[in-house]
Structures are given as structure tokens and as C-alpha cells.
């Protein structure tokens, strides 16, 4: 049974090469004139996932900001339905999906799945349905806003379609089940050349790949034979491997030792939320998961905080934050950068922080901060 699994896994599996590559060279190197067309040729449509809880508070926040910032973008908007959608298998609705099939580029806050009740996970399906190869999360500290540690700035490069989270389960008899951990590979050497890409192209100096290939000899040993391979092909670039459990001592003790970091994806999971950690904790670090063919879906990547939902106490910077990658992936960069000095300009005054930061300050009053300092 697991051998025919794993065979339909990989006849699901084409070859990557050529769609890759247009998708980082779109992520990495639209032109100028690109940007400038897409700053005269009028708004560009975005897929917005305000998602449940403390989502549509935050997402307002972004259009707020986006709309005080001149920003040229017209939301199309999708939420969770109430019932499950045989397409999808989830209650994400198949015309969502196409929506940022369509745009190409899209923007999702916090979406909750009910634990053990059977159901899809709702960022599974969104990953599987539309290819999200790599979760890419930069964390660095933020200025004016004191943690344990004042020089983080590094990125995880995260596998998001198989590993441990391929979804594919079964109880063998009574009181066993079985897990099946899929490593491909085509997904292997796909994130693994997406990280170099990145380094490259953000004059960042070294890659380490993150595994277990000590105990997991056959799937993260492939994953480490890909990273290999790949690594080859940018000499300039500094490249080690680090066991996972050596990596969180590591990055406790000094994360200024990484730079870029790539893995499969339970330990991308883990080691994200370890170094958001480092930096204050979910609520501050943006992410942005990249498919096939150039589509980008920017997310914040806390929960869903249903205990404070409607209380106007929610902390929008982490969807800020993101919001800020999907301009960068637009190529609207001046945009961005308004944007994102105005958020951290924010947080250094300490006059409007959110209750996790330590202040008082609501929602609302934090994002009019953010918006007068555009």
C-alpha cells in the first residue's frame, strides 16, 4: 500500500526546469520597464484571504495602510465558506483557488483549522492546490524594539509539499498507523535551487541545508544530495549542513552563525517559529510562500487568536509585513518601502504598541500610527 502512495505522489510529479526557472526569474528579475508598466497601466488585481479570528481586523488594517499609501491595488477578496467543498476537500471554495490562480499573487491572514475534526488543514490545501514549493520567512530585528538578541537577520527557506506533511496516513491494524515521509527528488532540487536564487540575488553569502540524514539516511539524504548538487553551480556561495537539533542550539546561542537557511518541511515548520522567536515572536514576522509559474501568497503565520477576536486588540504587523513582500514580488518597491518604514518607524517610537508588545494601544490606533507616518 505505502508503494502505491508513494507511485501516485510521484506521477503527480512533472519536470520542474522550465517552470521554475520563469518563476524565479519573475520573482527575482522583472525589469524596470515592468515595473513601470505596472505602475501606469492602472490597479492590479490581489487576492485577499481575510481568514477567520483576528483576520478580517488585521486585513482591514492592510487596506487601510494600502489605500493611505496610494497603493495601486484592488482587492478581490475570498473568505472560508461554512460547509466543506467537494473539490477542495476543504471549506476553502474552488473559486478561491482560481482567484489566485488568476491574480497570480495574493495576500491570506490566519486561517484555523479544527484540530482531529477531519477536516483538510486550509494552508495544506491552499499548498497543494497551487504548488507553494517554498515558505520564505526573513527574520531580523527590528529597530527600537529590545529582545535577547540585537543582530538577527537571516532567512528559512522552507520545502512546503511533502515531507512529513504529504498528508498521507493509515492505521496498518488496530493501535498502529503509519505515517509515510515523502521526499522527492524534483521538490528537492527545486527549493534547493530556489534558496541559492535567493542568496544570489540578495548578496547573501551562505546556504545550509538543515536535515536528519544521520538517522533519515535515505529521504533526508536525498534532500542533502540535492542540495549538493545544486550548490555546485554558485561557488561563491558558502554551503554547509547542519543537523536540526544542532541547528536550534545554534541558533539560540548565536543566530548570527546563519544566513540562509533551507530544509524539508517539518523542520522548516519548527526552525521558522524558533527564530521568529529570536526577534519577539509571530506577530512581527512576515512570509510569502512562492509557486510555479511566479504566483506569490504572501501570509501572516501566527494563529487565528479567536480569544481576542472583535476586541480590537490584534497586532496587524505581521500582515503588514507580508503585505510588504507582495509588493516587493509586484516590483513595486517604492510602495514597499513606504510602507514598511512607516510600520517600523511605529514600533521604534513605542508610542503605539499592541498589547503583545507590551503597550496598550488598539488596532485601530496602531495602524492610524502607521498611516501618518507614510
Same mark, same amino acid.
Given at each position: 500500500?505505502?508503494?502505491?502512495?508513494?507511485?501516485?505522489?510521484?506521477?503527480?510529479?512533472?519536470?520542474?526546469?522550465?517552470?521554475?526557472?520563469?518563476?524565479?526569474?519573475?520573482?527575482?528579475?522583472?525589469?524596470?520597464?515592468?515595473?513601470? %508598466?505596472?505602475?501606469?497601466?492602472?490597479?492590479?488585481?490581489?487576492?485577499?484571504?481575510?481568514?477567520?479570528?483576528?483576520?478580517?481586523?488585521? %486585513?482591514?488594517?492592510?487596506?487601510?495602510?494600502?489605500?493611505?499609501?496610494?497603493?495601486?491595488?484592488?482587492?478581490?477578496?475570498?473568505?472560508?465558506?461554512?460547509?466543506?467543498?467537494?473539490?477542495?476537500?476543504?471549506?476553502?471554495?474552488?473559486?478561491?483557488?482560481?482567484?489566485?490562480?488568476?491574480?497570480?499573487?495574493?495576500?491570506?491572514?490566519?486561517?484555523?483549522?479544527?484540530?482531529?475534526?477531519?477536516?483538510?488543514?486550509?494552508?495544506?490545501?491552499?499548498?497543494?492546490?497551487?504548488?507553494?514549493?517554498?515558505?520564505?520567512?526573513?527574520?531580523?530585528?527590528?529597530?527600537?524594539?529590545?529582545?535577547?538578541?540585537?543582530?538577527?537577520?537571516?532567512?528559512?527557506?522552507?520545502?512546503?509539499?511533502?515531507?512529513?506533511?504529504?498528508?498521507?496516513?493509515?492505521?496498518?491494524?488496530?493501535?498502529?498507523?503509519?505515517?509515510?515521509?515523502?521526499?522527492?527528488?524534483?521538490?528537492?532540487?527545486?527549493?534547493?535551487?530556489?534558496?541559492?536564487?535567493?542568496?544570489?540575488?540578495?548578496?547573501?553569502?551562505?546556504?545550509? %541545508?538543515?536535515?536528519?540524514?544521520?538517522?533519515?539516511?535515505?529521504?533526508?539524504?536525498?534532500?542533502?544530495?540535492?542540495?549538493?548538487?545544486?550548490?555546485?553551480?554558485?561557488?561563491?556561495?558558502?554551503?554547509?549542513?547542519?543537523?536540526?537539533?544542532?541547528?536550534?542550539?545554534?541558533?539560540?546561542?548565536?543566530?548570527?552563525?546563519?544566513?540562509?537557511?533551507?530544509?524539508?518541511?517539518?523542520?522548516?515548520?519548527?526552525?521558522?517559529?524558533?527564530?521568529?522567536?529570536?526577534?519577539?515572536?509571530?506577530?512581527?514576522?512576515?512570509?510569502?510562500?512562492?509557486?510555479?509559474?511566479?504566483?506569490?501568497?504572501?501570509?501572516?503565520?501566527?494563529?487565528?487568536?479567536?480569544?481576542?477576536?472583535?476586541?480590537?486588540?490584534?497586532?496587524?504587523?505581521?500582515?503588514?509585513?507580508?503585505?510588504?513582500?507582495?509588493?516587493?514580488?509586484?516590483?513595486?518597491?517604492?510602495?514597499?518601502?513606504?510602507?514598511?518604514?512607516?510600520?517600523?518607524?511605529?514600533? %521604534?517610537?513605542?508610542?503605539?504598541?499592541?498589547?503583545?508588545?507590551?503597550?496598550?494601544?488598539?488596532?485601530?490606533?496602531?495602524?492610524?500610527?502607521?498611516?501618518?507616518?507614510?
Amino acid at each position: 500500500m505505502a508503494s502505491q502512495i508513494v507511485r501516485r505522489v510521484l506521477a503527480r510529479s512533472s519536470n520542474p526546469n522550465s517552470s521554475l526557472t520563469r518563476s524565479l526569474d519573475r520573482f527575482f528579475f522583472s525589469s524596470s520597464t515592468e515595473e513601470a %508598466a505596472a505602475a501606469t497601466s492602472g490597479p492590479i488585481t490581489a487576492t485577499l484571504f481575510p481568514g477567520d479570528g483576528i483576520g478580517p481586523e488585521i %486585513a482591514e488594517s492592510v487596506k487601510q495602510v494600502f489605500k493611505s499609501a496610494e497603493v495601486p491595488i484592488e482587492w478581490e477578496e475570498h473568505y472560508v465558506g461554512t460547509e466543506i467543498d467537494p473539490r477542495t476537500q476543504s471549506f476553502l471554495t474552488w473559486e478561491s483557488l482560481e482567484s489566485v490562480r488568476r491574480n497570480r499573487v495574493g495576500l491570506k491572514g490566519p486561517m484555523a483549522t479544527p484540530i482531529g475534526k477531519g477536516h483538510r488543514s486550509l494552508n495544506l490545501t491552499l499548498r497543494k492546490e497551487l504548488n507553494l514549493y517554498a515558505n520564505v520567512r526573513p527574520c531580523y530585528s527590528l529597530p527600537g524594539y529590545k529582545t535577547r538578541y540585537d543582530d538577527v537577520d537571516l532567512i528559512t527557506i522552507r520545502e512546503n509539499t511533502e515531507g512529513e506533511y504529504s498528508g498521507l496516513e493509515h492505521q496498518v491494524v488496530r493501535g498502529v498507523v503509519e505515517s509515510l515521509k515523502i521526499i522527492t527528488r524534483q521538490a528537492s532540487l527545486r527549493v534547493a535551487e530556489y534558496a541559492f536564487h535567493y542568496a544570489k540575488a540578495h548578496g547573501r553569502e551562505r546556504v545550509s %541545508a538543515i536535515h536528519k540524514a544521520n538517522i533519515m539516511q535515505k529521504t533526508d539524504g536525498l534532500f542533502l544530495k540535492c542540495c549538493r548538487e545544486v550548490a555546485e553551480k554558485y561557488p561563491e556561495i558558502t554551503y554547509e549542513e547542519v543537523i536540526i537539533d544542532n541547528c536550534c542550539m545554534m541558533l539560540v546561542k548565536n543566530p548570527a552563525l546563519f544566513d540562509v537557511l533551507v530544509m524539508p518541511n517539518l523542520y522548516g515548520d519548527i526552525i521558522s517559529d524558533l527564530c521568529a522567536g529570536l526577534i519577539g515572536g509571530l506577530g512581527l514576522t512576515p512570509s510569502c510562500n512562492i509557486g510555479e509559474g511566479g504566483i506569490a501568497l504572501a501570509e501572516a503565520v501566527h494563529g487565528s487568536a479567536p480569544d481576542i477576536a472583535g476586541k480590537n486588540m490584534a497586532n496587524p504587523t505581521a500582515l503588514l509585513l507580508s503585505s510588504v513582500t507582495m509588493l516587493r514580488h509586484l516590483e513595486l518597491h517604492d510602495k514597499a518601502d513606504q510602507i514598511q518604514n512607516a510600520i517600523l518607524t511605529t514600533i %521604534a517610537e513605542g508610542k503605539y504598541r499592541t498589547v503583545d508588545l507590551g503597550g496598550s494601544s488598539s488596532t485601530s490606533d496602531f495602524t492610524k500610527a502607521v498611516c501618518d507616518h507614510l
